[in-house]
């Protein structure tokens, strides 16, 4: 069974910068697509910020500029750099992995950091 457990969320002035990380239970980095999502209160999870199976990259046009995915595949850890954090951006963020083998697709989500950017 796959975990995934994000940390580094919390309150942040506009403004301002976080670093989330999400760490996987053993190494299921290599080839998937990874990536963050958000959610916030009243609205649906949308994409923020992932890899796709092929190591590409792709933000959601409101982080494009400020926001950064990048991975570590030998700490089996994934990160998102946040930098001028707006009021917009608070949210829950979801570290998400995914990826078919054999016929069966899996999809997995972590528990989820709690960003709330205000004054």
């Known amino acids: 069974q796959v975990q995934l457990v994000e940390s580094g969320g919390g309150l942040v002035q506009p403004g301002g910068s976080l670093r989330l990380s999400c760490a996987a239970s053993?190494?299921?980095?290599?080839?998937?697509?990874m990536g963050w999502y958000r959610q916030a209160p009243g609205k649906q999870r949308e994409l923020v910020a992932a890899y796709t199976s092929g190591g590409s990259t792709n933000y959601a046009d409101s982080v494009k500029g400020r926001f950064t995915i990048s991975k570590d595949n030998a700490k089996n850890t994934m990160y998102l750099q946040m930098n001028s954090l707006k009021p917009e951006d608070t949210a829950a963020y979801y570290c998400?992995?995914?990826?078919?083998?054999?016929?069966?697709?899996?999809?997995?989500w972590g528990q989820g950091t709690q960003v709330t950017v205000s004054s």
């Open positions: 998400n992995i995914k990826w078919y083998m054999l016929g069966n697709y899996y999809d997995y």
């Open positions: 053993g190494s299921i980095f290599s080839g998937r697509a």
